[in-house]
């Protein structure tokens, strides 16, 4: 079975600085790794995705994240958060081939002017 | 790119009765899920919709409550039987669309589900 950790519940940053949103995985194949956000009364948007290749991955919105098979981890990052940033923040992980998404907690990024 | 439309996109219903939710995807897509997101809490695979056959339903979900219709590769619906309070979520349409490395997971807007 695959599980994804999403260790907080919200994440507060001021406008400017830097932002981390932790995200930990167990699959038993390779893993397919995603972010998704999620603004109030709308739908969830792709912002990125590791399959294979380069560890840095970089998405939509200034948003990266970096994959780490040693610690299981899958951070999403930004250099210089935006107050516009605030939202509901998934990260989500399938094994090879399955392509349904099991979707973490969530973190909800406050970034505050 | 998919463009996925939902309906309705909202509904209030009675204890007892069932909601049919559509999902429309402007492309063929081979697969197609529903998920769930109940009030403050992360997304459920609720099933894959498969075309031609029965669905596949994961873990604590069944047929006789969650009906699901998928009649070709495009369209697909999912009927919340017999609703309780307890079925208040946000129900959610997905396709994976795009090939090898470009393959996304692309999302409905969702239909908000109150049952009183």
């Known amino acids: 079975a695959q599980s994804v950790a999403q260790p907080e519940d919200q994440v507060n940053v001021a406008e400017g600085n830097p932002l981390t949103v932790k995200c930990t995985y167990s699959v038993s194949g390779n893993p397919y790794l995603f972010w998704y956000v999620q603004y109030p009364n709308r739908g969830l948007q792709f912002l990125l995705k590791y399959i294979t290749g380069d560890n840095l991955v970089k998405g939509s919105y200034g948003f990266e994240a970096e994959f780490n098979k040693s610690q299981t981890s899958f951070h999403l990052k930004k250099p210089s958060a935006l107050v516009s940033d605030s939202a509901l923040y998934f990260c989500?992980?399938?094994?090879?081939?399955?392509?349904?998404?099991?979707f973490g907690s969530g973190t909800r990024l406050q970034v505050q002017p | 790119s998919a463009v996925i439309s939902q309906k309705p996109s909202r509904d209030i219903c009675q204890r007892g009765t069932s909601l049919t939710i559509q999902c429309q995807v402007d492309?063929?897509?081979?697969?197609m899920f529903w998920y769930r997101q109940q009030p403050g809490q992360s997304l459920t695979l609720i099933a894959t919709a498969n075309q031609g056959s029965e669905a596949t339903y994961e873990s604590g979900f069944v047929i006789d409550k969650f009906p699901i219709s998928r009649p070709n590769l495009t369209f697909s619906t999912l009927t919340v039987s017999n609703m309780s309070p307890e079925d208040s979520s946000i129900y959610l349409c997905?396709?994976?669309?795009?090939?090898?490395?470009?393959?996304?997971?692309?999302f409905g807007s969702g239909t908000q589900l109150s049952v009183l």
């Open positions: 997905s396709v994976v669309n795009g090939g090898a490395e470009n393959e996304k997971l692309f």
């Open positions: 989500a992980v399938s094994d090879t081939g399955r392509r349904a998404l099991t």
């Open positions: 492309s063929q897509v081979t697969m």
